[in-house]
């Protein structure tokens, strides 16, 4: 089985900083792609960032400038460093990722359970 598992998520007031990690655990091959995901209550969930397995990344507008994805092959780790944080950054915030398990196989996705993120005025 292949978990992800998020954390990072909290408290801040608007201008602060968060640090969100995405970990995924079990037998994995290879990861490619990782996004991250929000959704505020009564709205869709919408995608924030995204790396490539090469570390080409991409952002929604809103946050571009702002946010910051990274990862870290060797632990199996993507981050979204969050700065400037805005009162409508509040969102539950979720890891998404294409893992292939075994090589013969085409990648799966997997989400993470999702971590909460409060942005105070």
């Known amino acids: 089985q292949v978990q992800l598992v998020e954390s990072g998520g909290g408290l801040v007031q608007a201008g602060g900083s968060l640090r969100l990690s995405c970990v995924a655990s079990?037998?994995?091959?290879?990861?490619?792609?990782v996004g991250w995901y929000r959704q505020a209550p009564g709205k869709q969930r919408e995608l924030v960032a995204t790396i490539t397995s090469g570390g080409s990344t991409n952002y929604a507008d809103s946050v571009k400038g702002r946010f910051t994805i990274s990862r870290d092959n060797a632990k199996n780790t993507v981050y979204l460093q969050m700065n400037s944080l805005k009162p409508e950054d509040t969102a539950v915030y979720y890891c998404?990722?294409?893992?292939?398990?075994?090589?013969?196989?085409?990648?799966?996705?997997?989400w993470g359970q999702g971590t909460q993120v409060i942005v105070s005025s």
């Open positions: 079990g037998s994995i091959f290879s990861i490619r792609a």
């Open positions: 998404n990722a294409e893992i292939k398990v075994v090589l013969a196989l085409p990648p799966k996705s997997y």
